[in-house]
């Protein structure tokens, strides 16, 4: 259909589903053993209802937001998918070059089809990066890496701490990996390619299953970025991170990709931000808590604001708007959550993020499943 008539972000998942290649929808689409994870994403948005204020004079509403020190224009950043050439030619470049148009902040995959520099390379000139990161059994790659990404003006490190080994995505698993130009066009040595394990675990044999809390003093030493673990699921976790000195987490579960049955992001936010109220300032200007997986609305980001998250990342939306209309598609993909913002913060009588207070939103159903 022409892009005119693509209503919210489902719409892309229907197209992109019809005209992906077989192996770029078992890829992008799979989650983990049964899939209970990547439903139960959605499904805790569905168990959080509003609680709308009125006559609050919503001519004026902003949803512009700050994160990590950096100006965007929406609460919501791009989180890393790997492989962006499966689904289109220009792989990633779409996200960078939809992202420096609209003010939106892309998180770059380590496993990215495009070369890390040519992502670079597309943005524009002060364009705010971030760059995920999966760590490799080489240090000395991995700091080479991580000290040119600093170079280069990215903004900030998301060290991928979920996924010390890849979950099975049986439907990825039944593809036989080919290397069609798709593949990570990752630093020298990061890539180990076994090609009967589909194309997820083809690409990712590298990474140390051995990393700890002890590494992130490491990490600290090779850079200034900011540092954020991506992929925490736990209070006590959320604990360590923020004592470890770290700047920031995200309560991610990888988009269903990992562990299965682990819950969703959003209803750990609830006892995360809990612990961390009791253990100092709230909200933490130097520790920030990001939420992804599932999110497909503006009102599932208010939703998670309102709770106390940071920002919001969103990984497929993006992914599946690229993979069926190019740059175009990811700019319509902004605009639409633009407009949803626009109406659901009217709706919901706040004017500006700030207005957001937990208690717009009624949570009592989010932990009975
Ligand atoms: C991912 N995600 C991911 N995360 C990461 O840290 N490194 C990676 O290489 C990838 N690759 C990747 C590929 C694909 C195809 C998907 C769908 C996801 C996880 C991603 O960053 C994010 O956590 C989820 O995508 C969020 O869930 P939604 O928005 O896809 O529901």
């Known amino acids: 259909?022409?892009?005119?008539?693509?209503?919210?972000?489902?719409?892309?998942?229907?197209?992109?589903?019809?005209?992906?290649?077989?192996?770029?929808?078992?890829?992008?689409?799979?989650?983990?053993?049964?899939?209970?994870?990547?439903?139960?994403?959605?499904?805790?948005?569905?168990?959080?209802?509003?609680?709308?204020?009125?006559?609050?004079?919503?001519?004026?509403?902003?949803?512009?937001?700050?994160?990590?020190?950096?100006?965007?224009?929406?609460?919501?950043?791009?989180?890393?998918?790997?492989?962006?050439?499966?689904?289109?030619?220009?792989?990633?470049?779409?996200?960078?070059?939809?992202?420096?148009?609209?003010?939106?902040?892309?998180?770059?995959?380590?496993?990215?089809?495009?070369?890390?520099?040519?992502?670079?390379?597309?943005?524009?000139?002060?364009?705010?990066?971030?760059?995920?990161?999966?760590?490799?059994?080489?240090?000395?790659?991995?700091?080479?890496?991580?000290?040119?990404?600093?170079?280069?003006?990215?903004?900030?490190?998301?060290?991928?701490?979920?996924?010390?080994?890849?979950?099975?995505?049986?439907?990825?698993?039944?593809?036989?990996?080919v290397d069609d130009g798709a593949g990570a066009k990752v630093q020298e040595g990061q890539s180990d390619v076994k090609k009967d394990q589909g194309v997820a675990r083809a690409i990712s044999s590298f990474i140390d299953p051995s990393l700890s809390w002890k590494d992130i003093p490491w990490f600290r030493s090779v850079t200034n970025m900011p540092i954020i673990l991506k992929g925490v699921a736990t209070p006590e976790d959320a604990i360590l991170a923020l004592e470890a000195g770290v700047q920031g987490i995200v309560l991610s579960n990888h988009g269903g990709r990992q562990l299965d049955t682990s819950r969703s992001g959003l209803e750990n936010l609830v006892d995360i931000v809990a612990a961390l109220k009791q253990r100092g300032p709230w909200p933490n200007p130097n520790f920030s808590v990001f939420v992804d997986g599932g999110v497909r609305r503006a009102s599932d980001v208010l939703k998670a604001l309102a709770l106390g998250a940071s920002a919001v990342g969103i990984g497929r939306g993006f992914l599946y708007a690229f993979s069926s209309y190019g740059q175009d598609g990811v700019e319509k993909a902004i605009q639409i959550l633009r407009d949803e913002f626009e109406m659901n913060m009217r709706l919901l009588g706040a004017r500006n993020l700030g207005e957001l207070v937990p208690e717009m939103v009624d949570a009592s159903a989010l932990h009975s499943h």
């Open 1 to 177: 259909p022409p892009l005119d008539e693509i209503l919210n972000l489902h719409d892309f998942e229907a197209v992109a589903k019809t005209i992906l290649p077989d192996k770029a929808w078992a890829y992008y689409s799979s989650a983990s053993d049964d899939e209970i994870t990547i439903r139960e994403n959605r499904a805790a948005y569905q168990r959080i209802w509003f609680r709308p204020r009125i006559l609050r004079d919503v001519t004026h509403v902003d949803w512009s937001a700050t994160i990590l020190g950096q100006r965007s224009s929406l609460p919501v950043y791009i989180s890393a998918t790997a492989l962006g050439k499966l689904g289109h030619p220009d792989g990633e470049l779409n996200l960078t070059r939809a992202a420096g148009k609209h003010g939106v902040i892309q998180m770059i995959p380590t496993l990215a089809s495009c070369s890390f520099d040519e992502i670079v390379d597309a943005a524009q000139p002060g364009q705010p990066l971030f760059l995920q990161l999966y760590v490799n059994r080489d240090r000395e790659i991995t700091k080479r890496y991580v000290q040119h990404a600093e170079k280069r003006g990215v903004k900030a490190l998301f060290i991928t701490v979920d996924a010390p080994q890849l979950g099975r995505r049986e439907k990825d698993m039944r593809m036989k990996f």
